[in-house]
């Protein structure tokens, strides 16, 4: 190859980009200095569920993921008279996406404890006093008998509850 060769060859070259930098410390450092909101009747999560519910339709990879964790977990379970293999699944779902899983304990007429139902934790809700609520819609809701829920959570450290 010759000089004149390497000169009427044009030169070229390709640009990409990842979009613009995206701060990992923004807006959500907010809610370390408030409590969770208390909406006079329930608490209020400090991180949207409808905005989790869309984040896990999102991202398929994402999604592929915690759906493996969920299999697993429910592979792994040993089902009891109370919780079955698929309610425990319901469970484990909803605590990795949500990072709450709430039980009820449904009793028969004598007391006795019948079978442990899992409560979506998209609509159910802590209010004071160890009591829990469902939310059927933004103007109806349902209370739960007091001592019937198990409430599996998963800390924040920036929040009270």
Known sequence: ?????????????????????????????LMQYAETAWNGRWYEPPISVDGLDRAFRSAVHHASAIIVKRNILSATFIPHRLLSRADFKRLAFEYIVFGNGYLERVDAIGGRPMRLRPSPAKHTRRAKDDRYLFLHSWHQEHEFAPGSIFHLIEPDLSQEI
């Open 1 to 29: 190859m010759t000089t004149e060769t390497l000169s009427s060859t044009p030169a070229s070259f390709d640009a990409f980009t990842f979009g613009d930098p995206v701060p990992v410390l923004d807006q959500r450092e």
